[in-house]
């Protein structure tokens, strides 16, 4: 008896996500051991659609050769940089480090891109 008929992509025994549509064959369910026609994909749609950034080296040239205060690579703060002595620096955080630490936070001087991070 088919119980779970009314999702596509599910088993329509036991309810379980099936493995995805190979081009030829039928499906098996990992869970309940039952083979399926690719029918059981019938009504399935894809919500999600993925966008690329697109890659223009005449951006990077500009992004490097840069010197104004107007445009940092992300916030800004008032952090004095140790080489140039610059008062401000934009950052960046990452979670390098496990989910139970601080993150690595980046710091860009606007003025002679020196780089250095802090564990916070």
Not at 51 to 62: A, H, Q, R, T, V
């Amino acid at each position: 008896m088919d119980i779970f008929n009314n999702r596509a992509g599910f088993c329509p025994s036991c309810g379980s996500i099936l493995p995805p549509l190979q081009v030829k064959g039928n499906v098996f369910c990992f869970n309940c051991k039952q083979e399926f026609s690719p029918d059981v994909y019938i009504g399935e749609k894809s919500e999600y659609t993925i966008n690329f950034n697109s890659y223009d080296p005449s951006e990077l040239n500009k992004k490097v050769h840069r010197e104004s205060e107007t445009e940092a690579d992300g916030p800004v703060v008032e952090r004095k940089c140790p080489k140039c002595g610059h008062e401000k620096m934009s950052y960046a955080t990452l979670q390098l480090r496990s989910a139970d630490e601080g993150q690595t936070v980046f710091f860009t001087c606007l003025k002679c891109k020196y780089k250095e991070s802090e564990n916070s």
